[in-house]
């Protein structure tokens, strides 16, 4: 039976791109004769009945923002079955037939449970900066923030070298060192700290004694906010301080700034894809699925896989790192 209305919403933290996938969806469904709405707010919008019909001009024009036009929140209402239940009496309202997610763990999580309940189709795009999500080498916005946060650091360097100081950089990744450790090598660090790892403070002194006996008279070191080195970025300096009393130590912490801007060509290739497979896959009847991609081909991973899956570090990317900072 062919599918006739598809919802699309976006939840959880933004991320570059959002806009690009939620563009895609909506044209692809007005190809293939689909009325689409957009919920706002994630899945609050669903309880709250905020659903209004997107059209082709409707998207116009967003390809190139951050952020996301349906906006985004987290629901502690949609957690409880009452609320779940409210969702859904508005999914049958407005005749929805299936519901792309547009976020990350936490968003395919609130789907997973509510297609369990209601037997809704639910298909999820992975749109997170922390690239976080097995199942695909990239998420959506994961490479817009790493320019970003290259970018940013490359400003810190001029700084440094010009007055001779260590600095401490903090980048997003509460779980996952993703951003750190590729930003990191991009940008020459000294030394990159991050979750996967915790190889202690005493590694990172040694490294810092090592660059100084070399020369070094400027040093960035990259830290993923989930490091275990110390309490947290402000802390770790300042054990380092006792080390080096000679040494101007400063910390700079990106944050939010990592998950804003226009999206990169890649993010919006991405999104793109996503986007129309996220459509196609509901039209075949697929459910239950995220979209991803690796070796630049789209694939499709269970929710739950991609929710409880390992992803993993690089490791040749640490060892590329180890040899530069010499």
């Known amino acids: 039976m062919k599918i006739k ?3 699309v919403l976006t939840s959880g ?4 791109g959002m806009n690009t996938a939620l563009r895609a969806v909506v044209r692809t469904c007005a190809y293939n004769n689909i009325d689409c709405v957009g919920v706002s707010r994630g899945f609050q919008g669903l309880i709250n009945d905020d659903i209004k019909t997107l059209k082709t001009r409707s998207v116009r ?8 036009m349906l906006y985004s929140a987290r629901s502690d209402e949609f957690r409880t079955k009452e609320g779940r239940r409210k969702a859904f009496e508005n999914v049958k309202k407005h005749n929805i037939e299936g ?3 547009i976020g990350g763990d936490g968003s395919f999580t609130g789907g997973m449970i509510f297609q369990k309940e209601f037997d809704i189709p639910v298909i999820g795009i992975p749109g997170t900066i922390d690239n976080d999500l097995f199942g695909t080498t990239h998420t959506l916005g994961y490479d817009t923030a790493l320019n970003t946060v290259m970018e940013a650091i490359d400003k810190i360097r001029d700084t440094a070298i010009s007055h001779d100081r260590l600095f401490f950089v903090e980048v997003m990744g509460r779980d996952a060192g993703h951003i750190a450790l590729n930003s990191g090598v991009a940008i020459g660090a000294q030394e990159i700290l991050i979750p996967e790892q915790n190889n202690g403070i005493e590694q990172l002194i040694d490294s810092l004694k090592e660059s100084k006996k070399n020369g070094k008279t400027s ?20 054990n380092v301080e006792k ?14 700034m990592q998950r804003g801007g226009s999206p990169t060509c890649f993010d919006r290739v991405l999104g793109t894809k996503m986007g129309v497979r996220a459509v196609e ?3 075949e009847g697929i459910s239950g699925k995220m979209i991803g991609i690796d070796n630049g081909k789209i ?6 896989k991609a929710i409880k899956g390992e992803t993993r570090i690089d490791p040749e990317l640490i060892r590329v790192s180890k040899i530069m900072n010499i």
């Open 5 to 7: 209305k598809i919802a």
């Open 13 to 16: 933290g933004d991320s570059p």
């Open 61 to 68: 024009g967003i390809i190139n923002r951050g952020g996301t």
């Open 99 to 101: 519901i792309v997610v």
């Open 219 to 238: 040093s960035i070191v990259v830290v993923a906010e989930g490091d275990r080195t110390g309490e947290n970025v402000f802390d770790l300096a300042k």
């Open 243 to 256: 080390e080096f009393p000679k040494y101007e130590i400063r910390v700079s912490v990106l944050g939010h």
């Open 281 to 283: 896959s509901l039209m």
């Open 299 to 304: 694939m499709l991973t269970s929710l739950k």
